[in-house]
Antibody
């Protein structure tokens, strides 16, 4: 059974940085792309970032290019989201999700974690 | 850039009713490029349908997907109380539609 467990959420001031982590189990980790999706207050799901199975390619959503980066450690079966220059509008629940293949642009996201909450407030 | 819109924004229906949710793309999409998700408060989103019409593992057969080109549909044949959720369509590459909230009367 695939399990994805996010951690690292918390309270951060506007302009600050935060790193989220996602631990995967139950899959051949390097065979699949991994992604971050967020839900901001009162809004729907928003695709944030994805990374290919080998970590060589990324896929950005519309609103975080230049501020957020994604990386992975296939030995540890971990994926990371480094968030910088955080804004109030970045506040929300961040989900880690698995792609259906190793390509960074997903057709679908077939397994999800429970999410970690990021609060941006002074 | 292809933009997805969903309608209606909210639906309120009784158990047993048939539900039809719409997802419209601003440009034609390959049927392979459209997925549907269910998201309940406090839970992880769940993949329901991929490739426009293929049910994901473990999804009840009351959920079905169809469509092509710019118009796609998620149908729930007989609404159950546990189907209360927000439903999203998603295109290849990751972008989601705004969602449709389904409420049970």
């Amino acid at each position: 059974e695939v399990q994805l467990v996010e951690s690292g959420g918390g309270v951060v001031q506007p302009g600050g940085s935060l790193r989220l982590s996602c631990a995967a189990s139950g899959i051949t980790f390097s065979s699949f792309s991994m992604h971050w999706v967020r839900q901001t207050p009162g809004k729907g799901l928003e695709y944030v970032l994805g990374i290919s199975g080998n970590g060589g390619s990324t896929n950005y959503g519309k609103s975080v290019r230049g501020r957020f980066t994604i990386s992975r450690d296939n030995f540890k079966k971990m994926v990371y989201l480094q968030m910088g220059s955080l804004r109030v509008e970045d506040m929300g629940v961040y989900y880690c999700a698995k792609g259906e293949s190793d390509y960074p642009r997903p057709y679908q996201l077939d397994s999800w974690g429970q999410g970690t909450l990021v609060t941006v407030s002074s | 850039e292809i933009v997805l819109t969903q309608s209606p924004g909210t639906l309120s229906l009784s158990p047993g009713e048939r539900v039809t949710l719409s997802c419209r793309a601003s440009q034609s999409l390959s049927a392979s490029y459209l997925a549907w998700y269910q998201h309940k408060p406090g839970q992880a989103p769940r993949l329901l349908i991929y490739g426009s019409s293929t049910r994901a593992t473990g999804i009840p057969d009351r959920f079905s997907g169809s469509g092509s080109g710019t118009d796609f549909t998620l149908t729930i044949s007989r609404l159950e109380p546990e189907d209360s959720a927000v439903y999203y369509c998603q295109q290849y590459g990751g972008a989601f539609g705004p969602g449709t909230k389904v409420e049970i009367k």
